[in-house]
């Protein structure tokens, strides 16, 4: 039959590897292409844009009384992240808080230059100000300029919120990847009138150390706790080595580009983000048993 003959030609000649994915080719084969990562920023939801670079996250969420920015990328991503905000149809002056996930200089590097071109609160945990105030104390890479840190601004805690609008977010610390660490959960975004409960898991890669390992087993515990959960915002926007299955934000992005009329929205997989927490927190759990091997205890 002609159909079946069409579906056992192989996709690629043998010999000939499939292209890599996206994840890939941000985050490893072209990570330092400061002109090929500077990608056009898309609407994801209704009310939710990207607007950072194609390695790390930059999220934008609008509400009628003002909106809120999701971490801010890093030099030299800037002005172009700024120049992203703009071209999405947003003057950044109705930026009214700019949120942290956690206090590395890929996430909130660029916090300084976009609070001065919005006017908006810095919001980060007690420990990340303490991380960020310590990176801007440094000098810079090969004794350059120290990085350009905020002012320290608004503290959150655990369970604190913050309502804008028709959003209320509610925040945890989840602690492992630095001492701080932001995870906001109670965004809502819009499909068309449909509603999504979406969260930002402000860091979950665990970095070493046996405390660390230990902090990391209880902060996926929270979130694993964190009910109701359909769309994940990842703070970079690969998928995880390990697998993410449905792709990270880039892949899903091209899925979103040729959705037709009445197609699941490709952002919306509750069932993959339960999986992947629940990886996180197995692996975070041999983490604590390897280290404390190493400890010899
Ligand atoms: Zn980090």
Known sequence: MF????????????GQTAPEPLSRTYRVTRANDVE??????????????????????????TTPEGNILFDSAQEPYVDYVIGNIRKVGIDPKTIKY??????HLDHFGGV???????????????????????????????GGQPARVPKRDMVVKEGDTLKLGNQTLKFHQTPGHTPG??????????????PYKAIIWGGAGYRGGLAEAEQSVKSAAKVAQIQGVQVNLQIHSWAEENG???????????MLKNRKPGDPH???????????VKRTQDSAAKAVQDEKQKAGK
């Open 244 to 254: 993410y299955p449905g792709g990270g934000v880039l892949e899903r992005a091209a």
């Open 112 to 142: 300084a230059k976009i609070q001065e071109a919005s006017g908006a609160r810095v919001v980060a945990v007690e420990e990340d100000w303490q991380m960020i105030e310590q990176t801007g104390a440094r000098g810079g890479r090969g």
């Open 266 to 276: 490709p952002f919306v997989d509750p069932a993959t983000f339960t999986q992947w």
């Open 98 to 103: 700019i949120i942290l996930s956690h206090g």
């Open 181 to 194: 660490v932001l995870t906001t959960e109670g965004i809502t975004v819009y499909d068309g009138r449909t």
């Open 36 to 61: 090929f990562q500077k990608i056009e920023p898309f609407k994801v939801f209704d009310n939710l844009y990207y607007v950072g670079p194609g390695y790390v996250s930059v999220w934008l969420l």
């Open 3 to 14: 159909a079946a003959a069409c579906l056992s030609i192989p996709l690629f000649a043998s």
